[in-house]
């Protein structure tokens, strides 16, 4: 899974800051795909890119959370205002044609004070 | 509603010896299942996947059992080496889809030398 970049790999925010998360997919692959991972807990789908196209956003929350894949760049998860109980691992995955499988990034670490 | 749930926060197991993590699921929609290995900072790998049209797959070391009308898999390693230490994440799908995959909280795996 080294393919799939993210950075920055630790990100320290304080209450009412903006964060950005970038992912790199790996290369060839179109869909991306972003988890959250709070302590001590499983992987939760947040949402789901293709290029220029978010495909399903059902896991994200409805306010302060935003995510792009634009047609060249990174996909970016952006989190507005942040709180404390944003603070979780941020992981974005990519896969190409063939869904069997996803690759996940190294994740970000997010951390707001 | 958890919809995957991993029971066993932890397993320690003898270097050599069996390990067998388990899973429970409760949406009959799932039609895939995927089990995720992680070591501390990084991201999920993939380690093994099984359709819901078979009740065994084996890769090496590695087998997954499904047992559909339990809607119960199990991840068995044998034998287990002290490189096997990590956090095992059972995930699964609708629709052959390994993306928006729901996961469980992870079974730490510790394997004795």
């Known amino acids: 899974n080294a393919g799939v970049m993210q950075n920055p790999r630790h990100l320290v925010r304080r209450r009412g800051q903006e964060a950005r998360l970038r992912c790199s997919p790996m290369?060839?692959?179109?869909?991306v795909y972003w988890y959250r991972q709070l302590p001590e807990e499983g992987l939760k789908f947040m949402v789901y890119l293709q290029k220029e196209n978010i495909i399903d956003e059902s896991g994200m929350p409805k306010e302060r959370f935003s995510a792009e894949f634009p047609k060249e760049g990174p996909s970016i998860l952006r989190i507005q205002q942040v709180v404390r109980g944003d603070s979780a691992a941020y992981f974005c995955?990519?896969?190409?044609?063939?869904?069997?499988?996803?690759?996940f990034g190294p994740g970000t670490r997010l951390l707001v004070l | 509603d958890q919809q995957v749930k991993q029971n066993s926060p932890s397993l320690s197991v003898q270097e050599g010896r069996i390990s067998i993590l388990n899973c429970d699921y409760t949406n009959s929609m799932f039609d895939y299942f995927l089990w995720y290995k992680k070591y501390p900072a990084e991201g999920p790998t993939f380690l093994i996947s099984?359709?819901?049209?078979?009740d065994k797959n084996e890769d090496g070391r590695f087998t997954v059992f499904l047992n559909k009308s339990a809607k119960h898999l199990s991840l068995h390693i044998v034998p287990s080496q002290p490189g096997d230490s990590a956090v095992y994440f059972c995930?699964?799908?609708?629709?052959?889809?390994?993306?928006?995959?729901?996961f469980g909280d992870g079974t730490t795996l510790t394997v004795k030398p």
């Open positions: 995930a699964a799908t609708a629709n052959t889809n390994a993306g928006k995959s729901t």
């Open positions: 099984i359709s819901s049209i078979k």
């Open positions: 995955a990519s896969f190409g044609q063939r869904q069997e499988t996803q690759y």
């Open positions: 290369k060839g692959h179109s869909h």
